[in-house]
């Protein structure tokens, strides 16, 4: 299934932005591709493989902000691997991370103390993802 979180960040991001959505369980990751900012989301069964990612990408250059479950529990040791971390909910951040990005100004750290506005309706953006790696109908084995 291609991860609902990133549907929604891609939703949220302007479409100035050019955005390429990998879920690297499935498919391979092309680290010579030109990012300017590389967004990681993680739960801890897969923190290990994320901080492999996050410490590619810097070692080549790429700021790189860490997210998810993982990174809000441990914020510190996501640090290690990251320019930024998400701490929490990225929905009402999302926009100034990446001006901050723009500009170079990626702060340590970025939390939101309120929670996502239920009453503002998130369609998640599913164009930038590959959806010829998930199938297309489930039950039929």
Not at 32 to 37: F, M
Not at 55 to 61: E, H, L, T
Not at 93 to 119: A, V
């Amino acid at each position: 299934m291609p991860p609902l979180s990133l549907a929604i960040l891609n939703s949220l991001t302007p479409d100035k932005h050019k955005v390429d959505i990998v879920n690297d369980i499935v498919e391979p990751i092309n680290y010579d591709a030109k990012y300017d900012l590389v967004g990681i989301t993680a739960m801890t069964t897969q923190i290990g493989r994320a901080y492999q990612i996050a410490d590619k990408f810097r070692s080549i250059g790429v700021p790189v902000i860490l997210g998810g479950m993982h990174p809000t529990v441990l914020p510190a040791e996501a640090k290690l691997h990251a320019d930024a971390v998400v701490i929490g909910e990225a929905d009402n951040l999302w926009e100034g991370i990446l001006e901050d990005c723009l500009h170079g100004e990626l702060k340590d750290f970025y939390q939101d103390s309120t929670f996502p506005d239920l009453e503002k309706l998130i369609i998640p953006k599913w164009d930038n993802f590959n959806m010829e790696i998930y199938p297309k109908q489930f039950g039929n084995r």
